[in-house]
Nanobody, 123 residues
Framework: VQLQAFGGGLVQTGNSLRLSCTASGRTLSGGTMTWFRQAPSKEREFVAA???????YYADSAKGRFTISRDSAKNTVYLQMNNLKPDDTAVYYCAARWPHTVLYYYASEYSYWGQGSQVTVSS
């Protein structure tokens, strides 16, 4: 399974970005797709996850600003990020696992990772 992420960039505070992550080698069926992020000198942290049944989970920092979605036909998951803040600056990683786990917010639970997309929010 390979995951390829797109969509990072440099934006100003308050602007939006959309990240996408496309899986190849396996369909998303039965799996959980998740976004994590890692800022300099910080541990990788959970951002948002979506299950096959469309159940969605968000970190408190993402609630109300970020939306995760999946397009099974395209084998792709998206992270729409609105009202970005400087604290959102990080490398964003998509991850996948089969099957779902109640520990979906732990990076160690994931076997498959994308290459990371840099998101920089200037103040």
């Amino acid at each position: 399974v390979q995951l390829q992420a797109f969509g990072g960039g440099l934006v100003q505070t308050g602007n939006s970005l959309r990240l996408s992550c496309t899986a190849s080698g396996r369909t998303l069926s039965g799996g959980t797709m998740t976004w994590f992020r890692q800022a300099p000198s910080k541990e990788r942290e959970f951002v948002a996850a979506v299950r096959e049944n469309s159940a969605k989970y968000y970190a408190d920092s993402a609630k109300g600003r970020f939306t995760i979605s999946r397009d099974s036909a395209k084998n792709t998951v998206y992270l729409q990020m609105n009202n970005l803040k400087p604290d959102d600056t990080a490398v964003y990683y998509c991850a996948a696992r089969w099957p779902h786990t109640v520990l979906y917010y732990y990076a160690s639970e994931y076997s498959y990772w994308g290459q990371g997309s840099q998101v920089t929010v200037s103040s």
